[in-house]
């Protein structure tokens, strides 16, 4: 019998998990969720951005996200015979902490690093937690789901060095104040 919590934190029961499988399913909506939710809104930072490298960028890093996407929501088939239905978690609250710096800054070159900060915060996050749980598909024998979770993570991983090389050469330009 699982422990029982309650509270306000806890907003309603999507689903039980009795196994490893099921956490794994569970986590892989999440994971899918926050693609999904990133896919429609890095639309908005590309059109925030001034700097047009940087807009290229975060359209490869768009197409990085749709693919993860994909990737996970295979993944998810073949874990599971449905989809789950989560919101995603931690990702719209980094992107609404984006959004609302934007708003609040007046110089059009520090939405830029506003963006490349924030955007690189989110792929990191998000590149990690593809790690993990491509570990844990891993350790449950589950290949298929292992080897998708592990592209994502690497691609993911691949624009945030990008995103981060963007920012030391905004740095070394324009030696930001």
Request: glycine share 4%; hydrophobic share 40%.
């Amino acid at each position: 019998m699982g422990a029982t919590i309650s509270g306000p934190h806890v907003k309603e029961r999507l689903m039980d998990v009795y196994s490893a499988e099921d956490l794994l399913s569970r986590r892989l909506g999440d994971i899918h969720s926050s693609a999904c939710f990133l896919a429609q809104h890095i639309p908005f930072m590309v059109s925030a951005a001034e700097s047009d490298g940087l807009r290229k960028l975060l359209n490869l890093y768009l197409d990085v996200v749709r693919d993860n996407a994909d990737r996970t929501e295979e993944a998810m088939r073949v874990v599971a015979d449905q989809l789950s239905g989560r919101d995603p978690t931690a990702v719209p609250a980094m992107v609404d902490d984006l959004f609302d710096l934007i708003d609040r800054i007046d110089e059009p070159a520090l939405v830029d690093v506003a963006i490349l900060l924030s955007s690189n915060e989110i792929g990191s996050f998000e590149a990690q937690r593809l790690q993990l749980l491509s570990n844990f598909a891993e350790t449950l024998g589950r290949t298929d789901a292992r080897n998708a979770l592990r592209t994502s993570s690497e691609c993911l991983a691949s624009i945030c060095v990008q995103l981060n090389d963007m920012i030391t050469e905004n740095r070394e330009d324009q030696r930001l104040q």
